[in-house]
């Protein structure tokens, strides 16, 4: 079955930029997208179709997608960003995501 | 604007069936087109797709799931259930309605959800 590999944790200073990836075999040829989830919330669509930023989402997210890994990116990361992140795509009728990657901003 | 709610029991007992409904209103634009997800994330762990139904009633299974999931609709679509068979601590988790966007294609996401209900499985 297909997987998608996050890293469980990481760290960033206000204010700096932080990538988090997401791997999964063939990746670049699928579409991902980005979640970010924080306790007792529901999650928000933070990124779509590898690149795409939803409506009302901040122009320091970004996100890219080649090869294996697809990445989401926070430039001038703020502590409001702290949460967790989780990537998703989809592989032959069936939805996955990744395991998710807690974002600690101090 | 679109509104999604779950609701149905907070707690479960062992090999009972879990049950739950989403209703969905607010925009009625197209909503019969749509697909719909439900998704779970249990205590201090990930997201997991459950499963997800099509406007036309057709559904599709996480393989993980499958011989002890139903999801189903309404006439009206205005409500989709889950029922979720012999439970065990293991469905322990927040359950979340979630409607697909780009259909259950590659380019699938989900940019609308309910808030989400938390089910215990306990005796």
């Known amino acids: 079955s297909y997987e998608l590999t996050q890293p469980p944790s990481v760290s960033v200073s206000p204010g700096q930029t932080v990538s988090i990836a997401c791997s999964g075999e063939?990746?670049?040829?699928?579409?991902a997208s980005w979640y970010q989830k924080k306790p007792g919330r529901s999650p928000v669509l933070v990124i779509y179709m590898d690149s795409q930023r939803p409506a009302g989402i901040p122009e320091r997210f970004s996100g890219s997608n080649s090869g294996n890994t697809a990445t989401l990116t926070i430039s001038g990361t703020q502590v409001m960003d702290e949460g967790d992140y989780y990537c998703?795509?989809?592989?032959?009728?069936?939805?996955?995501f990744g395991g998710g990657t807690k974002l600690t901003v101090l | 604007q679109l509104q999604v709610q779950e609701s149905g029991p907070g707690l479960v007992k062992p090999s009972e069936t879990l049950s739950l409904t989403c209703t969905v209103s607010g925009d009625s634009t197209n909503e019969n087109s749509y697909f719909w997800a439900w998704i779970r994330q249990p205590p201090g762990k990930g997201l997991e797709w459950i499963g997800s139904i099509s406007s036309g009633g057709r559904t599709f299974y996480n393989p993980s799931l499958k011989s002890r999931v139903t999801i189903s609709d309404d006439a009206s679509r205005q409500r989709f259930s889950l029922n979720l068979h012999s439970a065990t601590a293991a469905d322990t988790a927040t359950y979340f309605c979630?409607?697909?966007?780009?259909?259950?294609?590659?380019?699938?996401?989900?940019?609308?959800w309910g808030q989400g209900t938390l089910v215990s499985v306990s005796s």
């Open positions: 998703q795509a989809w592989d032959e009728i069936i939805v996955i």
């Open positions: 979630a409607r697909h966007e780009a259909d259950f294609t590659a380019s699938t996401y989900f940019a609308h």
């Open positions: 063939g990746l670049g040829n699928k579409y």
